[in-house]
């Protein structure tokens, strides 16, 4: 078996703003995969209607980046997952972080690894 190194970073933003525009949100996920230099493969979104969040996610060749938004709290949860080390997570976050105008409530990096 191959070995398999990858990092999954895990962030809840707060008092984050455009949560229910899925034009925007679609621009955050797609600036973002190009900032941890990722290859970007699609990106899916569902809007819950006027007013309400947005659920969507940026299918990369490496993994993937997905939102997940509550605008009546101005929160989201973002979920950033790439094979290798050789992609920078903090930069796509950032990258969200910046365009939503959010601050970060809580964040937590996990190596994933298969094999030895």
Do not use: K
Request: with cysteine; net charge negative; proline share 1%.
């Amino acid at each position: 078996m191959t070995n398999y190194d990858g990092q999954h970073l895990i962030a809840d933003l707060h008092d984050a703003a455009h949560l229910t525009d899925v034009a925007h949100v679609e621009a955050c996920l797609i600036a973002a995969a190009a900032a941890a230099g990722a290859t970007l493969l699609e990106v899916r979104l569902h809007s819950f209607g006027l007013g309400q969040g947005v659920t969507g996610v940026a299918m990369l060749a490496e993994s993937h980046i997905s939102i997940h938004t509550w605008p009546e709290y101005g929160s989201a949860c973002v979920d950033l997952f790439m094979c290798g080390r050789s992609h920078d997570l903090e930069a796509a976050l950032d990258t969200i972080v910046q365009r939503l105008g959010a601050q970060v409530t809580r964040r937590t990096l996990l190596t994933r690894s298969i094999g030895s």
